[in-house]
């Protein structure tokens, strides 16, 4: 069975860098595709980015003006989203998701397969 398992996430202050990681298993061929979303208190579910797995073509869901790159370790079979220059308006829970077969939307239900989440906190 598919499980995407999140780590990484913690307390920041403003300005620093984070890293989150999407350990996946399960997956019997690569038609499928994993996204990070996030979910701010009271705000609904938000796409961020996704990547195909049988092309690893990345795709950024919302502006992340090149402060949030998706990237990958096929070995670890770990997607990851690196998180630069963080703001308290980035608190919030990640999760990574996956959607088999592959598509990369901004629609939530479109994903079948969700990890716990991971807690990321800005602030000073």
């Known amino acids: 069975q598919v499980q995407l398992v999140e780590s990484g996430g913690g307390l920041m202050q403003p300005g620093g860098s984070l890293r989150l990681s999407c350990a996946a298993s399960?997956?019997?061929?690569?038609?499928?595709?994993i996204a990070w979303f996030r979910q701010a208190p009271g705000k609904e579910r938000e796409a961020i980015s996704c990547?195909?797995?049988?092309?690893?073509?990345?795709y950024d869901l919302f502006s992340v003006k090149g402060l949030f790159t998706i990237f990958r370790d096929n070995a670890k079979n770990t997607v990851y989203l690196q998180m630069n220059s963080l703001n308290p308006e980035d608190t919030a829970v990640y999760y990574c998701?996956?959607?088999?077969?592959?598509?990369?939307?901004?629609?939530?239900?479109?994903?079948?397969?969700w990890g716990q989440g991971t807690q990321v906190t800005v602030s000073s």
């Open positions: 399960g997956f019997t061929s690569d038609d499928y595709s």
């Open positions: 998701a996956a959607a088999r077969p592959a598509t990369c939307s901004s629609y939530p239900p479109l994903y079948g397969y």
């Open positions: 990547m195909r797995s049988s092309t690893g073509i990345a």
